[in-house]
């Protein structure tokens, strides 16, 4: 699983891709991530699953540590 975060001064995104083999903490990660802050997210792939999170900078902060501390358990 793979973790991209960009800061675009005004608005953040946060892209999240893994394979076909991390489907479940994927959508977990993602889940948290959403959970967490009010964001939007858009999904993409079958085999390789790409979701993209975006909002203001503070609330995708929030969604990357949501999603990344996810991740690790």
């Known amino acids: 699983m793979k973790f991209d975060f960009v800061d675009k001064a005004a ?4 892209t999240i891709t893994s394979n076909l083999l991390e489907f479940r903490r994927h ?3 993602v889940d948290a991530a959403l959970l967490s802050a009010d964001v939007v ?3 993409s792939g079958v085999f390789i699953r790409k979701t993209v999170i975006s909002g203001p900078v503070t609330r995708g902060l929030r969604a ?5 501390r996810e991740a690790g358990q």
């Open 64 to 68: 990357y540590r949501a999603a990344t």
């Open 41 to 43: 997210a858009r999904t």
């Open 27 to 29: 959508n977990r990660a």
């Open 11 to 14: 608005v953040a995104t946060l």
